[in-house]
């Protein structure tokens, strides 16, 4: 496997503590414990370039990578790794900052050019991802849906749960964003991943 480069380059909650906007930019974003972080890492390659931990809520800031490349080209990117929604063990006050710090720089960050929503391949339709989903929808924010720990189901029951999904997108979406099905633990997923980065970093133009 291809390991690619990669360095952390900050961690902030303001524009101020963010990287110059000067590079294609992807963000990562899903419930907690939805296995962002295993996910990120098994990407790039590095084992721990993120942190995993089976307590939700690690994640309380925006974490900024540079990823030098993908399977075929050199060519860098940045990598955004944002807080988990849903059931972290915090307070109200700070899922309420974490909600602010994440709308403003889904809005703002000029650079972004894909919001990957991860889902959990084992679960039914979930009303947070649904929510968030819908949000990037109505603020024209491009994103894909990427599936988490598809190795965890047979391939039957990942292929229905998936479909499950797109049944209830199909009642609010005309046209339904692209679907990336992953595993952190069998690298399924990974060469697309990449593939699908490296299509859009060939379109910019910053």
């Given amino acids: 496997m291809k390991t690619l480069k990669a360095r952390h380059?900050?961690?902030?909650?303001?524009?101020?503590?963010?990287?110059?906007?000067?590079?294609?930019?992807?963000?990562?974003?899903?419930?907690?414990?939805?296995?962002?972080?295993?996910?990120?890492?098994?990407?790039?390659?590095?084992?721990?370039?993120?942190?995993?931990?089976?307590?939700?809520?690690?994640?309380?800031?925006?974490?900024?990578?540079?990823?030098?490349?993908?399977?075929?080209?050199?060519?860098?990117?940045?990598?955004?790794?944002?807080?988990?929604?849903?059931?972290?063990?915090?307070?109200?006050?700070?899922?309420?900052?974490?909600q602010r710090m994440i709308h403003t720089y889904l809005q703002e960050r000029q650079n972004l050019q894909c919001v990957f929503v991860l889902v959990d391949t084992r679960l039914e339709p979930q009303r947070s991802d649904l929510d968030m989903i819908q949000w990037l929808g109505e603020h024209g924010i491009a994103f894909a849906i990427v599936f988490t720990k598809s190795d965890k189901l047979n391939q039957p029951k990942v292929i229905s749960n998936v479909a499950q999904l797109k049944r209830v997108l199909k009642k609010t979406w005309n046209t339904l964003p692209p679907l990336i099905i992953t595993s952190s633990e069998t690298l399924k997923g990974r060469e697309e991943l990449l593939a699908f980065i490296d299509e859009v970093n060939e379109r910019w133009e910053g």
């Fill in 9 to 98: 380059l900050g961690s902030g909650r303001e524009h101020a503590h963010w990287p110059k906007p000067d590079l294609p930019e992807y963000a990562f974003i899903g419930r907690s414990n939805v296995g962002k972080s295993s996910l990120i890492n098994m990407l790039v390659g590095i084992n721990k370039l993120a942190r995993v931990s089976s307590t939700p809520g690690k994640t309380r800031n925006v974490e900024h990578f540079r990823v030098e490349g993908t399977l075929t080209t050199e060519r860098p990117w940045l990598l955004a790794d944002l807080p988990g929604y849903g059931f972290a063990k915090v307070s109200q006050a700070e899922r309420a900052t974490w």
